[in-house]
């Protein structure tokens, strides 16, 4: 059974920075796709950064050159360094999770929040 433990949430300022991590628990395989969504209050679900076992990254539109992901395969981990942050990033994180096996299964996180206030 696989869960999702994150950490680095919290308050941060206007222009100040944040990193989120993110580590699976047990064995997830080697083929995967880890990383972090987000959900605003009233907003749909989006995706913020996603990077596969073998090193490909998916990045936001809205958050390229600002955010960046990484991943240590060997600890079944993932983390999200965010720079530059705003009012807009603001938002409930959740860390996802896709194992690409003879199933294809997905994990969530129960969600981090991450405010961006003075």
């Known amino acids: 059974q696989v869960q999702l433990v994150e950490s680095g949430g919290g308050l941060v300022q206007p222009g100040g920075s944040l990193t989120l991590s993110c580590a699976a628990s047990?064995?997830?395989?080697?083929?995967?796709?880890m990383g972090w969504y987000r959900q605003a209050p009233g907003k749909q679900r989006e995706l913020v950064a996603t990077i596969t076992s073998g090193g490909s990254t998916v990045i936001a539109d809205s958050v390229k050159n600002r955010f960046t992901i990484s991943r240590d395969n060997t600890k079944n981990a993932v983390s999200m360094q965010m720079n530059s942050l705003n009012a807009e990033d603001t938002a409930v994180y959740y860390c996802?999770?896709?194992?690409?096996?003879?199933?294809?299964?997905?994990?969530w996180g129960q969600g981090t929040q991450v405010t961006v206030s003075s």
């Open positions: 996802h999770l896709l194992v690409v096996g003879p199933l294809v299964k997905a994990y």
């Open positions: 047990g064995s997830i395989g080697s083929v995967f796709r």
